[in-house]
C-alpha cells in the first residue's frame, strides 16, 4: 500500500507541471524535445524489427476513419518492435491528449506482451500488478485499445488508438486497421 | 580472505559511485522515448478536452509528409527520413518515419516545428539570424523544446495566416529543406484547415 502510495505521488510530481501549462494554446509537448549538441554525435541505433511504413500509414488512416466513422476524433499510432514511432496521425480536430494516451497504451503493450486492455483486466484484479503499472511513468494507467502486431508468433510493433469514449471502442478502431493489412505484414 | 572482501566492497563502492553519476546518454538501444510519459489520470478525465489549434486536414498532412519521405528516399543517398507535420500550436497531425529511420530524427523534427510556430520563420531562416545574434542562440537553447536552429522546417502558410509546420529530419548533409519544400508543394494548391 505504501509503494502505491509512493509511486502514485512520485508519478502525480512527473505529471503535474505538464498539467499546470496545458491550455488550448500551450498544449503539453506530444513529443519529448530534440536532442542536445552532444546527443546528436552519439551512433544512431538500428531500428528495431517493424512493419513497413506504407503498410502502417495504411493501417492508422483505416483505423482513424473507422473511428470517424463512428464520430470519434482519434489519434493512431504504430509503432515498431522497440516502440519508437513509424506512424502517427490524429483526426481532423482530434484532442492533443489523444497522441500521449495512444503512446501509454502501446507501451503497455510493449512491456507486457498482450493487448492494452488485457493488461487493463489484469491489474483491475491484481493489486501488485496494478502497482507495478503505476510505477512505470511510460504507462501510469493500462487503457484498451492497443494491440501487438505479430508476425510469426513475434511480436514486431503496436498498434494504438486513443479518443474514443471508452478503450472498448478505441479497440474496435485499431482492429479495423489491423485487419486492413493483416494479410500483408512480414 | 579479508582482502578479497575488501576488493569485493571497493567493488560495490565504485558500483554504487557509478550508479549515483548521471546516467550516460546512452548509445541505446532502446533510444530515449519519442513519446511524453504518460498524462496523469487528471490530465486524461479533464473534461472538455482543449479544441485544437487551427490546423490543415489529416489527408493533407499525411499526403504532405508521405511525399517529403519520398522525395527524400528518392535522392541519390536515398535518406531515411521523418516528416512531421503539426498545426499552428505544434501539436502534430501526421508523424511519418520512413522505413527504418533513426528514431532520433523524431525528436528533431518536432523542434524544428516548435522553432516555426514560435519565431514565424523557416528554421532555415532562423539558422541565419543564429549566425549573427548570439542573444538568439542563447534563447533557443534555453528552450528545451527547440534547444537550436537546424534547417528542414517550413511555416504552412495561408495568406498571411500561419496554419502549420512541415518539418523533415534525416539527411546528413542539408536536404531536409528541400524534401519538405517537396512534400508543401504537393499540397500547397488545396489547403484547408480544420
Redesign the interface.
Known amino acids: 500500500m505504501r509503494n502505491i502510495l509512493l509511486a502514485a505521488t512520485a508519478v502525480l510530481c512527473f505529471a503535474a507541471p505538464a498539467f499546470a501549462q496545458m491550455s488550448p494554446a500551450n498544449p503539453a509537448p506530444t513529443i519529448v524535445g530534440p536532442p542536445t549538441a552532444d546527443e546528436l554525435k552519439l551512433p544512431r541505433p538500428a531500428r528495431a524489427r517493424g512493419i513497413p511504413t506504407a503498410l502502417a500509414v495504411e493501417a492508422a488512416t483505416a483505423a482513424n476513419a473507422t473511428c470517424i466513422g463512428n464520430t470519434y476524433k482519434t489519434t493512431a499510432l504504430i509503432t515498431d518492435s522497440a516502440g519508437v514511432p513509424i506512424v502517427m496521425i490524429s483526426n481532423d480536430g482530434a484532442a492533443a491528449i489523444t497522441q500521449r494516451i495512444a503512446m501509454t497504451k502501446a507501451q503497455a503493450v510493449l512491456k507486457y506482451k498482450m493487448t492494452s486492455g488485457e493488461v487493463a483486466a489484469k491489474a483491475a484484479a491484481d493489486p501488485a500488478f496494478a502497482a507495478e503499472v503505476k510505477a512505470n511513468p511510460m504507462i501510469d494507467t493500462a487503457r484498451q485499445g492497443a494491440v501487438p502486431i505479430m508476425a510469426g508468433g513475434e511480436l514486431i510493433g503496436v498498434f494504438a488508438v486513443s479518443g474514443a469514449p471508452g478503450g472498448d471502442k478505441d479497440e474496435v478502431c485499431t482492429k479495423a486497421g489491423l485487419a486492413k493489412i493483416a494479410d500483408r505484414i512480414k | 580472505m579479508k582482502k578479497s572482501i575488501l576488493v569485493a566492497a571497493s567493488l560495490i563502492a565504485a558500483g554504487a559511485a557509478a550508479a549515483q553519476a548521471p546516467a550516460p546518454?546512452a548509445?541505446?538501444?532502446?533510444?530515449?522515448?519519442?513519446?511524453?510519459?504518460?498524462?496523469?489520470?487528471?490530465?486524461?478525465g479533464a473534461r472538455p478536452?482543449?479544441?485544437?489549434?487551427k490546423?490543415i486536414?489529416?489527408d493533407l498532412?499525411?499526403e504532405a509528409a508521405?511525399t517529403a519521405?519520398a522525395a527524400c528516399a528518392a535522392m541519390p543517398k536515398s535518406y531515411r527520413v521523418t516528416a512531421l507535420v503539426t498545426d499552428s500550436?505544434?501539436?502534430?497531425?501526421?508523424?511519418?518515419?520512413?522505413?527504418?529511420?533513426?528514431?532520433?530524427t523524431?525528436?528533431?523534427a518536432?523542434?524544428?516545428a516548435?522553432l516555426v510556430v514560435k519565431y514565424k520563420m523557416s528554421s532555415s531562416d532562423a539558422v541565419a539570424k543564429a549566425k549573427t545574434d548570439t542573444a538568439f542562440v542563447a534563447e533557443l537553447a534555453a528552450n528545451?523544446?527547440?534547444?537550436?536552429a537546424?534547417p528542414g522546417g517550413l511555416p504552412i502558410m495561408m495568406g498571411s495566416d500561419l496554419v502549420g509546420t512541415i518539418s523533415v529530419s534525416g539527411t546528413p548533409d542539408g536536404h531536409d529543406d528541400d524534401c519538405a519544400k517537396a512534400g508543401l508543394d504537393k499540397i500547397a494548391g488545396k489547403l484547408k484547415t480544420?
Open positions: 546518454m548509445p541505446d538501444n532502446p533510444p530515449r522515448p519519442t513519446m511524453a510519459p504518460s498524462p496523469s489520470n487528471g490530465e486524461v478536452r482543449p479544441d485544437r489549434a490546423g486536414t489529416y498532412a499525411v508521405q519521405v500550436a505544434a501539436v502534430p497531425i501526421a508523424l511519418v518515419t520512413g522505413d527504418n529511420g533513426a528514431a532520433i523524431q525528436r528533431i518536432m523542434g524544428k516548435q528545451p523544446l527547440i534547444v537550436a537546424r480544420f
